[in-house]
């Protein structure tokens, strides 16, 4: 595992403004990344001087004393941050879904290397939204003031992807540039309008891209701790021998520690670092949002929801809106143990209906009944969602109309359209969704009076 040492160097005073005179030289690199090898890595947070667009992106770790370990976290820094250092800037934290990699065959559990291999290779959790949907790239296209019209947009933003895949950054299955920008843009941002229309840029933000395990952003239930103790508490995500857990009656199936823990807790926490001790603090406004996909859509609406005073602005995409419809614990065991485990009590090397679920705990942290909590019998502009034709688990689908239902809404669900991998569970649809995000966050945040 590569250690996360700090080293510092001097920076000069006129640059680097409010971040101090002294900066944090691991931030600004790849050096102590994970998996400081990808191409896509090193294009966007070490930028090269013959590359056209320079992207602000750090890598950077704090130690989450609820988690008892180190977590590495991703920040998008606005273009102008360096040289306009009195701008305060909202901020967007996005959370990922889950890793099915961690709940793996025995093989991808042997030693560290395997794991760390794995893991840069499915680019998951805090590396999904910057490596597969591409968060950076789109971002930066929306919030530059020199697109006056959606046609200039698409034109940025096409130079940006293919600038990109020159330097690694789209697989070889994936569209093309022109086709990716289509999708984003033409289909979706501004899909009932002609591309000469005016485009007004977003508010430029700082977003956020933590780690949140497959812990579903919740405290685990029982507190109950199934794992030995981790050998590595450094923030890159390696399992040495012994330290997985055989949930199933099937030998090779197995869990990897970190998984689970205080994960609502964690993130709690991780605000507060963000707000009070890491260098953006002087830089942030109390004006934040938080959305995500999957698993994170689903942290995103209960967060939101349950601390409406830390979040003006709340986004889910083919989230798990309503859990409650989570109840086959054979398919949970199989599937998403560590779900089985945090809204209830999982039995390893027992069958299925020996473990079981606590209904309450599900419903204190179900977003449907949240937004019955909260009084919402309509939906409210700070509050987005949208789910996939094509998502493939019930779960999403009718857990995204019990939503519709309860908010009197018409279907928030998108249908196939080309280049969007076909409005499935699938990175493709939500990168071709995440211009709409962005203007949804960008509009709540730049508004004086955010909850009507």
């Not at 309509?378 to 857990?399: A, S």
Request: glycine fraction near 8%.
């Amino acid at each position: 595992m590569m250690k996360a040492g700090r080293r510092y160097r001097i920076c000069l005073a006129g640059i680097c403004g409010l971040l101090l005179l002294v900066c944090y030289t691991g931030a600004f690199s790849a050096n102590h990344l994970c998996c400081p090898e990808d191409p896509e890595l090193s294009y966007l947070l070490n930028p090269k001087s013959s590359q056209k667009f320079q992207y602000l992106v750090r890598y950077e770790t704090f130690f989450s004393k609820a988690l008892g370990k180190e977590k590495g976290f991703f920040v998008i820094l606005p273009e102008d941050f360096d040289q306009n250092p009195k701008a305060r800037y909202p901020i967007l934290f996005l959370l990922h879904g889950y890793n099915f990699n961690r709940r793996g065959f025995w093989w991808r559990v042997q030693s560290p290397e395997k794991a760390r291999k794995i893991l840069c290779e499915v680019k998951e959790e805090e590396y999904h939204w910057l490596l597969h949907e591409d968060i950076a790239v789109i971002a930066y296209a929306m919030m530059d003031s020199k697109n006056r019209t959606y046609r200039d947009l698409e034109k940025s933003l096409k130079e940006r992807f293919e600038e990109l895949s020159k330097y690694g950054g789209l697989g070889i299955e994936d569209y093309t540039p022109e086709e990716i920008v289509q999708s984003i843009v033409s289909h979706n941002l501004h899909s009932k309008g002609n591309l000469d229309d005016l485009f007004h840029p977003i508010q430029k933000m700082v977003i956020v891209l933590p780690d949140g395990d497959n812990g579903f952003y919740t405290d685990e239930n029982e507190g109950r701790a199934l794992f030995p103790e981790t050998k590595s508490r450094k923030a890159c995500d390696d399992f040495n021998p012994g330290e997985t857990l055989n949930y199933s009656l099937f030998p090779f199936l197995s869990m990897k520690p970190g998984a689970l823990g205080k994960h609502e807790s964690y993130f709690l926490e991780f605000l507060q670092y963000i707000d009070s001790q890491s260098s953006y603090r002087e830089r942030v406004l109390q004006r934040r949002a938080v959305g995500g996909i999957s698993m994170g859509g689903f942290g995103g609406m209960k967060l939101g929801l349950k601390y409406p005073h830390l979040f003006q602005s709340v986004s889910s995409q083919s989230g798990l809106l309503d859990i409650g419809l989570l109840q086959d614990k054979l398919m949970l065991k199989m599937v998403l143990p560590e779900f089985l485990e945090v809204f209830g009590h999982l039995e390893p090397k027992k069958l299925p209906s020996t473990s079981s679920l606590d209904l309450k705990y599900i419903q204190a942290n179900n977003p449907l009944t949240l937004i019955r909590k909260f009084g919402l019998g309509r939906l409210p502009n700070w509050i987005y969602f949208d789910y996939g034709e094509n998502e493939g688990f019930k779960g999403i689908t009718e857990g995204n109309r019990n939503f519709e239902k309860a908010l009197k809404e018409g279907s928030h669900q998108v249908s196939a359209q080309p280049f969007n991998g076909r409005s499935a569970h699938h990175y493709q649809f939500w990168r071709s969704r995440s211009g709409v995000i962005l203007r949804h966050h960008s509009d709540i945040l730049t508004k004086e009076s955010i909850i009507e």
